[in-house]
């Protein structure tokens, strides 16, 4: 074989492989964007499995092949998120970096505050709540969970950690499978009450006033 017939084929088209790689990453992007705008709502437990069957499915299709390179660390990588959320409460529809939020008013809270990856920071100091109890959930799912609480309500956390720490007030939990709850002194005859559901995948959660 002379040097300019491997040359053609070298450079005859893309490999089987690379077919296999760009077709799973539109269906992966199609997947997401309908998700995204409300067509159907796949949950990832179901998702990620399904991605790693059709990687290793391609693998085995161009199995004769020799670029593999792609395939295999998107199938690293699968791997990796599945076991990931497996054993830790990551919730992949929050987005990714630094978030502060800072309602003033009752009306502007929202009921659950949710960030995949980098810090979340909820400043809840300037709200006057309501009289009874107001629940909130927040989450993350890689990195760091800040709750700022005004002086005149009583807290009730539920806490909620993969692996990481926990500072709440003057309590601290750390480990892995954190799972645990911390309520303020004379919470259940309080006026304003605060119940705060947080979770964090990998990372540590701060609750202070």
Do not use: C
Request: hydrophobic share 45%; glycine share 12%.
């Amino acid at each position: 074989m002379t040097v300019e017939t491997r040359e053609r084929r070298h450079s005859g088209g893309p490999s089987a492989g690379q077919i296999a790689l760009g077709l799973l990453l539109v269906v992966a992007g199609l997947v997401w964007l309908l998700r995204s705008i409300g067509v159907f709502d796949l949950s990832w437990d179901l998702l990620l499995p399904s991605a790693l069957i059709l990687v290793g499915a391609a693998l085995v299709a161009t199995a004769r092949g020799r670029d593999h390179g792609g395939l295999v660390f998107l199938g690293v990588v699968l791997t990796l998120a599945l076991v990931l959320t497996s054993i830790t409460p990551i919730n992949f529809s929050g987005g990714v970096g630094d978030r502060t939020v800072t309602p003033t008013t009752a009306a502007e809270l929202r009921s659950e505050y949710a960030l995949t990856v980098g810090k979340q920071t909820i400043d809840l100091r300037q709200v006057n709540f309501d009289a009874g109890e107001t629940r909130i959930a927040a989450s993350v799912g890689i990195g760091d969970l800040v709750v700022r609480v005004p002086d005149d309500v009583a807290v009730r956390a539920t806490i909620q950690i993969g692996a990481g720490n926990a500072d709440v007030m003057e309590r601290r939990f750390s480990g892995a499978n954190v799972d645990e709850t911390y309520e303020s002194e004379g919470y259940d005859t309080a006026s304003r009450r605060l119940l705060l559901d947080l979770s964090v995948g990998v990372g540590n959660i701060e609750v202070s006033r």
